[in-house]
């Protein structure tokens, strides 16, 4: 029974295996979303290693150990066969380090399954033992090296082959714990005389283990003495004794051990320092968020943008590809493996090995929860690998010889279990390690379900950024169609590229490095897609390739002649032009200048930053102004004069609507009102939508430039305006007004306005269609930073004659 | 088209994990069924216990569970009219096919043919105990397959 049991549970991890290696094959064309893609096999050579080694073992175990626990090497293989596979698609130079450290482990396994069952010898030999994994992590002191060349040296060896003592240490620590207390329980002495020599004895591992800096495995260290002395002596007070010294240690180090503080620092508020300390948990969150419900598919998340996946945060990266489901079932097969080492030491036939199956229970229970729970921000980060499924070879060879004593333990023959004086030890620790997962599983569902959505906007989730590298964002074009800005590339490099670049303030950009800006970042829900797309559509595309759908193409109220135009005549000079549709509102013409090219915003991004000249506002809609003489129409619109008291020049901004923000998909400045009236600053905007009133019969339209969306299911849909129309000037007062600036000659009316403030001046040209006008109503701003009538006037008559006759 | 049959690859790779652990979680459950069905169906070792007062009055019993409970309190299996005796005074249990007398930490003890019972005690025909005033007389049924057949 228990070998078909077994081998059943072999079969379905295989079968585990071979899928996970079809869908790493396959992952490529997925991204690339054709089958003509660089497909991925070398994967399958883990999967070989895992194979051959986990059928031979199966074979031995059959034959050596015929009545050992049936569930715990297949658990135990099925995570590394994940681990392998899951670091391979990381990285395949570690997957094969890690396969070949796989097979040796088996190897090691093969050959200890002729081991007596008693495990009779770790007793005999239990000082030697311990001293000699003592002196091995002594030797670090001296020799110590680290594999990647930097960080706390904890390895021994050379030329490529490296090996962690302080792993092995861990375990030795049980055995010999497991025997001394046993040998000495049984001679019944006080537990005072028990404890003293194991502490003296742990003490000293701490101590090695903290001068070496090795902190996770000394909080481990910590953690198994405290659960093998409760073990052993059934005193509650030891937990309470050691959590107590566990938060004592913590705390200290806070203060007095740098890394120990950034890490609890990360841990306590990883929001306040996201690009340093708590880079790496916060992207490990993002990673866990992005897997979701469903996960991202193995090959098709993006885990290895969380710093070291392959070993402290491979819980993170198989969390962005297999998602909570997957999660879940990891913390069930670590369940699995800690209720049946825990049955296996309640059913074993001496102390000894009661204590020593209990004693391997707690190492990998404790070890999983703090690694997870460090991975999921539920305790502080520690350092140290996730049991069978991390990268690392001392680790993987430490927990496989773990568990070929617990396959030892749990093979008696029809032997009686020793005398259990007091099961409850064994209960507590069974509960403590059962919350932990269960912690953790809440954890994972917290940052997946409830936090996830909100995680996954923030801008240091790079997944946008290679979303946008594979999915095609829609394009920007203006009233007749004519491209502004679209994606080029094929899929996978796919960029932006912007064919009319002097619109760049107004337009903005989507840029890998500098985000996004202007209508590219107001209009982001629809170039993206996730907004106007049916939301079946953004389901599926979530769930087949974990990306939004085509972005839409979005259809402008510019009119990209009379924008070329007035660019033409604003190069060289700072300053804005604005044209309206003085009765729908649309916005025809908005040029900022100085402007720049996005083009080439990789280059230039930085020095675009600190320009003095601000080419990146956008002067038309942001920038704001002393209106000085430009008022003047309207005051006379409004109460029949030109020159006015402060009071009155309030009333003439209220009612022309120069203290409102317009209402349009673009950023806008807020009226800035000091407490001095006449310092009212309004933008060019603002000025062309109270012109606006006076070519419209005194009504301000509400202005627009997003005109249409480009949508799958109906063709063009019409974007609405934000704001709503407002009567501004009773119709006569408007058009009287009006008629009184149209100049000799001209079938326009027009006006020029100065400010001056400090040191700098400004000049204004207002202009539009008169009241009686047949065709398109029409009003122009022209907003130049210099003293310059001339200049504006000539651009402004220029425009709106253009305008005028298309 | 390749990312549906991928879809369906990933939705099968759940499965298998999840086959992996309903299997364990089945098997789990049948072995903790047939335990329990074993442990309620082993055989057991019937034990007679003859009662007698101070008064010489005598009272038979006669059980076939493995766990029988003396003391004064109405729930005992043996419950006793005696004053000294604790309301759960000691325990009778069968296990490793012998049946053991044990303390249940009683005001007044229990003693086992003369001598105080401190930690559970093997016991066997013709063995006396004595809870308080009142004194107890074992006899294990001679067999385990005589009380079947």
Redesign the interface.
């Known amino acids: 029974m228990n070998r078909f049991?077994q081998d059943?549970?072999l079969k379905?991890?295989a079968?585990?295996m071979v899928?996970?290696g079809?869908?790493l094959t396959?992952?490529p064309?997925?991204r690339a979303?054709?089958?003509d893609a660089d497909l991925r096999w070398t994967q399958w050579f883990a999967a070989l290693m895992w194979g051959i080694p986990v059928f031979l073992v199966q074979r031995g175990i059959t034959k050596r150990l015929p009545d050992a626990d049936?569930?715990l090497f297949?658990?135990a293989a099925?995570l590394s066969g994940w681990g392998l596979l899951t670091i391979w698609r990381l990285d395949p130079h570690y997957g094969a380090r890690q396969g070949l450290w796989f097979t040796i482990s088996l190897i090691v396994l093969l050959f200890g399954l002729r081991l007596p069952t008693n495990l009779g010898f770790l007793r005999r030999y239990k000082y030697s033992l311990l001293t000699g994994g003592f002196l091995l992590v002594a030797l670090t002191l001296l020799f110590g090296t680290n594999p990647i060349g930097f960080g706390p040296e904890l390895w021994l060896g050379c030329c490529g082959v490296y090996f962690q003592p302080s792993e092995t240490l861990k375990l030795l620590l049980i055995v010999f714990l497991s025997a001394y207390l046993s040998d000495r329980l049984a001679i019944r002495v006080r537990a005072f005389s028990l404890v003293l020599l194991t502490t003296i004895i742990s003490g000293l591992g701490i101590l090695l283990l903290l001068f070496q800096r090795d902190l996770g495995t000394a909080s481990i260290f910590i953690a198994l003495f405290t659960c093998m002395i409760y073990l052993a002596t059934g005193k509650k007070r030891t937990l309470l004794f050691s959590a107590a010294l566990i938060a004592l240690f913590a705390v200290s180090g806070y203060f007095f051990i740098d890394i120990v503080h950034a890490r609890v620092a990360a841990w306590l508020n990883p929001w306040a320092d996201p690009g340093g300390g708590s880079y790496q948990i916060i992207q490990a969150l993002l990673a866990v968020a992005n897997g979701g419900l469903?996960?991202r598919?193995?090959g098709?998340g993006n885990p290895n943008l969380v710093p070291v996946a392959v070993s402290d945060f491979i819980y993170a990266a198989i969390a962005e590809e297999?998602g909570l489901?997957?999660t879940l079932?990891l913390l069930?097969?670590f369940g699995?493996i800690l209720a049946r080492g825990l049955r296996a030491a309640l059913r074993a036939p001496d102390l000894f090995r009661r204590f020593c199956a209990a004693g391997i229970s707690a190492y990998f229970g404790i070890q999983t929860i703090l690694i997870i729970g460090g991975n999921l921000r539920l305790l502080p980060l520690t350092g140290v690998t996730l049991p069978f499924v991390s990268y690392g070879g001392s680790s993987l060879l430490t927990s496989f010889i773990a568990l070929l004593f617990l396959l030892h333990i749990s093979n008696h023959l029809d032997e009686?279990p020793a005398p259990l004086p007091q099961p409850q030890p064994y209960l507590i620790l069974g509960a403590l390690l059962a919350l932990g997962l269960f912690a953790a599983a809440l954890a994972n569902g917290w940052w997946t379900v409830i936090r996830g959505p909100d995680l996954l906007t923030r801008t240091d989730n790079p997944r946008r950024v290679i979303a946008d590298r594979f999915v095609p964002r829609g394009d920007i074009v203006d009233r007749s169609n004519s491209v502004i800005t679209t994606t080029v590339g094929k899929i996978g490099e796919l960029e932006r590229s912007y064919v009319y670049p002097d619109l760049a303030p107004v337009t903005g950009y989507n840029h890998p490095k500098y985000g996004q800006a202007g209508l590219e970042a107001s209009l982001d829900g629809y170039l993206r897609g996730l907004q106007g797309t049916p939301a079946s559509t953004i389901l599926w595309n979530q769930?087949?390739?974990g990306m939004s759908p085509p972005g839409l193409d979005v259809r402008l109220t510019l009119d990209l002649y009379l924008q070329f135009r007035a660019d033409e005549m604003m190069f060289g000079h700072s300053g804005a032009v604005v044209m309206l549709n003085a009765q729908s509102g649309e916005i025809l013409v908005m040029s900022s200048h100085p402007t720049f090219n996005p083009n080439h915003l990789e280059e230039i991004g930085s020095e675009l930053r600190d320009d003095p000249e601000h080419p990146l506002i956008n002067r038309a809609a942001q920038g704001l102004y002393p209106t000085g003489t430009v008022i003047a129409p309207f005051a006379q619109a409004v109460l029949g004069k030109e020159t006015l008291t402060d009071a009155e020049r309030e009333t003439v901004y209220e009612a022309v609507g120069l203290q409102r923000t317009p209402q349009l998909q673009l950023e806008v400045a807020e009226p800035l009102s000091n407490s001095e009236l006449n310092h009212f600053h309004v933008s060019p905007l603002q000025v062309a939508l109270a012109s606006a009133a006076l070519s419209a019969h005194g009504v301000i339209p509400a202005p627009n430039i997003a005109a249409a969306v480009n949508t799958p299911a109906e063709g063009w849909v019409i974007l609405p305006t934000l704001g709503t129309p407002t009567d501004a000037i009773p119709s006569e007062l408007a058009d009287e007004a009006v008629r009184a600036l149209i100049l000799e000659g001209n079938n326009f009316w027009s006006h020029i306005g100065q400010a001056t403030e400090a040191d700098s001046s400004v000049t204004w040209f207002i202009g539009g269609t008169p009241p009686n006008w047949g065709g398109t109503p029409i009003v122009i701003v022209v907003l130049i930073e210099e003293n310059n009538p001339r200049l504006a006037q000539r651009i402004g008559e220029e425009l709106i004659v253009d305008a005028m006759n298309p | 088209m390749i990312a549906t049959v991928v879809l369906v690859l990933r939705l099968a790779l759940a499965i298998a994990l999840y086959i992996f652990l309903g299997w364990a979680l089945l098997t789990l459950w049948q072995e903790l069924k047939q335990q329990g069905k074993s442990l309620s169906e082993r055989k057991k070792t019937g034990i007679s216990i003859a009662q007698k007062s101070e008064q010489g009055n005598a009272r038979e019993f006669h059980f076939y569970q493995a766990d029988i409970v003396i003391g004064r309190h109405t729930h005992c299996d043996i419950a006793v009219l005696d004053e000294v005796v604790s309301a759960q005074h000691a325990r009778l249990t069968y296990h490793h096919g012998q049946w053991w007398l044990e303390d249940l930490s009683s005001t007044n003890g229990t003693f086992l043919n003369g001598s105080k019972v401190n930690t559970p005690t093997v016991v066997i025909t013709d063995d006396e105990f004595k809870c308080g005033n009142t004194r107890f007389v074992i006899r294990v049924d001679a067999d385990e397959n005589a009380a079947i057949t």
């Open positions: 049991l059943r549970l379905a991890a079968v585990f899928l996970q079809a869908l396959l992952a064309a997925v979303r054709s089958l049936p569930y297949p658990a099925f469903e996960g598919g193995p098709l297999t489901f997957g079932g069930a097969l699995l009686e769930l087949l390739y």
